[in-house]
Nanobody, 122 residues
């Protein structure tokens, strides 16, 4: 079992920054990779970025490339999502997921956090 807890969301003006955290506990040795998703009202959930637990390879959705950076601190079992140059269209609930990175592919896992709300005002 893996538990994931997100934090760091909030209200920010367009152009601002936020850093989200995803803290893992439980069987963290079993985590291959962590992905960040977001879901805006009325829209499908979207994979934003993911990072492998060992090699540290990363991948980003085109919509956030150059603005968001995913990183990890294995000693703290925490993955971060630094979000810069935020836009109103980044408004969503952000979730982290413990999945798998196979080559360049992402495979969604069964463990999710509760989500953290990010609201970007124009």
């Amino acid at each position: 079992q893996v538990q994931l807890v997100e934090s760091g969301g909030g209200l920010v003006q367009a152009g601002g920054s936020l850093r989200l955290s995803c803290a893992a506990s439980g069987s963290t040795f079993s985590i291959n990779a962590i992905g960040w998703y977001r879901q805006a009202p009325g829209k499908q959930r979207e994979l934003v970025a993911f990072i492998s637990s060992r090699g540290g390879s990363t991948n980003y959705a085109d919509s956030v490339k150059g603005r968001f950076t995913i990183s990890r601190d294995n000693a703290k079992n925490t993955v971060y999502l630094q979000m810069n140059s935020l836009k109103p269209e980044d408004t969503a609930v952000y979730y982290c997921n413990a999945g798998q990175n196979v080559g360049s592919m992402w495979l969604e896992g069964d463990y999710w956090g509760q989500g953290t709300q990010v609201t970007v005002s124009s």
